[in-house]
């Protein structure tokens, strides 16, 4: 009799297992996955200007169209002070940069639950999600940037010696978007209300920060506390570096130390809950 013929071995399938880090982030995975966040800026784009009529215009009518409401009852009826400028150009300039921190704030909040189904079925590092929206609204601020120009230039308002240090000031407002926006993100996971209360927040954001109003209006010792509002010292600084506006050392300080809390403990409270977004998205 022959033996029984043995079946061949069924190899058995190769199962990688991926473990979210805990602590830093990891660079050199993030260099990996840079096609993956150049994908998502230009998508999120792409998608927020789809079927629109005006297209990319809205990101110039919206601070635009502010200013002029802004100079109409503010600036002729209120006779609101603007430290010597023009108030449209005033307001303006503090527009641009404040638009730019809310259109990423919003974008960078709404990041993870937008991209539910892509959270459920692939692994990537969930930090490039509200990191695209923050570059993307990067995209929005850049295209505002020439009215910014033409009102300089209908004015004949000469560029400040200190314009070298604009980047900075929008690297800050972006900073505070970004830390701001790790904490909301993660947070509109769990809770959906997030999503409803942003535009209040952003509302009563506005109205306490330097943009309609100098901060000169606000005595020495509450304009340090003042401070405590990250987008208090980048608004100021981006009209001293722009227009020569009065430079407050002390209120651009304590913006900045509040930017770097919200960064970092945004970026603590962001890892410590993307192991359970899958779950709970």
């Known amino acids: 009799m022959t033996a029984p013929e043995r079946s061949p071995e069924v190899a058995e399938p190769r199962v990688t297992l991926v473990r979210a880090t805990k602590g830093a982030v990891d660079l050199q995975e993030l260099w990996e996955y840079r096609e993956l966040l150049y994908y998502l800026v230009w998508r999120t784009i792409k998608v927020r200007y789809k ?3 005006l297209g990319v215009s809205w ?3 919206q601070p635009l169209l502010t200013m002029l409401v802004l100079s109409i009852f503010l600036g002729r009826m209120a006779r609101v002070p603007s430290s010597g400028i023009p108030y449209p150009l005033f307001a303006y300039a503090g527009l641009v940069v404040w638009t730019y921190f809310t259109s990423a704030l919003s974008q960078s909040t709404q990041s993870i639950v937008e991209q539910q189904a892509m959270i459920t079925r692939v692994y990537f590092p969930r930090i490039l999600l509200p990191v695209s929206g923050v570059l993307a609204a990067t995209v929005d601020m850049l295209l505002s940037l020439p009215v910014l120009v033409g009102l300089m230039l209908l004015y004949e308002f000469p560029l400040s010696y200190a314009a070298w240090t604009l980047p900075v000031f929008l690297l800050l407002a972006a900073a505070a978007a970004l830390g701001i926006g790790l ?3 993660a947070l509109n996971v769990r809770y959906r209300d997030v999503r409803y209360a942003i535009p209040f927040l952003i509302q009563l954001w506005f109205l306490s920060t330097p943009v309609m109003y100098p901060s000169s209006l606000l005595p020495h010792p509450w304009r340090i506390l003042y401070g ?4 208090a010292g ?5 009209r001293w570096a722009l227009l020569g506006t009065e430079f407050h050392r002390s ?3 304590v913006s900045i130390a509040s930017i770097l809390v919200a960064l970092a403990g945004g970026f603590h409270y962001f890892r410590r ?4 977004f899958a779950d709970v998205v």
Do not use: C, D, H, K
């Open 59 to 61: 990101a110039m009518l």
């Open 251 to 253: 209120l651009l300080l």
């Open 234 to 238: 980048v608004v100021e600084g981006f």
């Open 51 to 53: 079927q629109t009529l």
């Open 228 to 231: 405590i509002n990250p987008m």
């Open 273 to 276: 809950m993307e192991a359970t």
């Open 183 to 185: 904490w909301l993100s």
